[in-house]
């Protein structure tokens, strides 16, 4: 199975900070951020954005002569005792984070073994996830979490996920035509979030993100109830935006 990789913006965002961290890493007594953008190859307004960033995800430190250091979150990710409890910790207080910044329930999924699976999730009271009343892996044609994954994917890889799992009619929304479902993943460009209007669950919106890092394929989600669907763009846009600490996270 190849890949489309079209850059999107968290993508160089990520591959920005790793420059950062890397930097910092090299200084195990401290660096300033001049030394940084010297190194990195960025301007002080980029370079503070990041730090900013980098900071409050707990991978850099600043210490008090204003030197950075490395961060105890990057010693944890870093180590490889108890690496997956740390990611798994870290990411889920990231997407606890960005449910309470888009005020929607958040989801990480993967495409793994040719099934779509959402690993991870953040919901509460006032942003509830969507009942999952089709099993997700059946449902790649209907869901915003579904087409990002698809769009990510090669013609052949998207031929092969639609003979196994034929497009079924879940509300009156949904696409069933092979044909019209790879025409709109083929137009859909990698920076515009996907939209599920209504076509996996009737009273449920979705956008969705692409987090490609490396080989892998995964989207960030999030969800709303049809009555606050003119926030969907905007909480989408948002999402989108705040999406470079998920893919950092897993890029380490």
């Known amino acids: 199975m190849a890949l489309k990789h079209e850059p999107t ?20 007594t401290g660096v300033t951020d001049t030394e940084i953008a010297r190194h990195a190859g960025l301007d002080t307004e980029r370079l503070t ?5 980098l900071r409050r995800e707990g991978y850099v430190e600043q210490v008090t002569d204003g030197a ?9 990710l870093g180590s490889a005792h108890g690496r ?29 073994d040719g099934e779509v699976r959402v690993t991870q999730y953040a919901d ?20 915003a979490v579904g087409k990002s994954l698809l769009g990510q994917l090669d013609h052949k890889g998207r031929l092969d996920h639609l003979a196994r799992h034929r497009p079924a009619r879940l ?9 019209l479902l790879l025409s709109r993943l083929e137009s859909q460009p990698p920076t515009v979030p ?21 080989a892998t394929v995964g989207c ?15 909480a989408a846009d948002t999402l989108n935006r705040n999406a470079a600490p998920v893919l950092l996270s897993l890029a380490i």
Not at 21 to 26: G, S
Not at 49 to 53: A, C, D, E, I, K
Not at 84 to 111: E, I
Not at 124 to 143: L, Q, Y
């Open 9 to 28: 913006a968290p993508y160089h965002s990520v591959q920005d900070a790793l420059r950062v961290l890397e930097t910092v890493a090299r200084h195990s």
């Open 171 to 179: 509300t009156s929304r949904t696409i069933t035509s092979d044909k």
């Open 194 to 214: 996907v939209l599920d209007l209504q076509e996996y669950a009737v009273g449920t919106v979705c956008a969705a993100v692409p987090i490609t890092a490396g």
């Open 220 to 234: 960030l989600a999030l969800s709303l109830p049809v009555e606050q669907a003119h926030r969907l763009r905007q």
């Open 124 to 143: 509460g009271p006032a942003t509830p996830a969507v009942n999952e009343w089709v099993d997700f892996r059946c449902s790649a044609h209907a869901t």
């Open 84 to 112: 997956d409890r740390a990611l798994r910790d870290h990411l889920q207080h990231t997407l606890d984070r960005l449910r309470d910044s888009v005020g929607a329930a958040v989801y990480l999924s993967r495409y793994v």
């Open 49 to 53: 954005t990041l730090l900013r960033m």
């Open 68 to 76: 950075y250091v490395t961060g105890a979150a990057l010693a944890r």
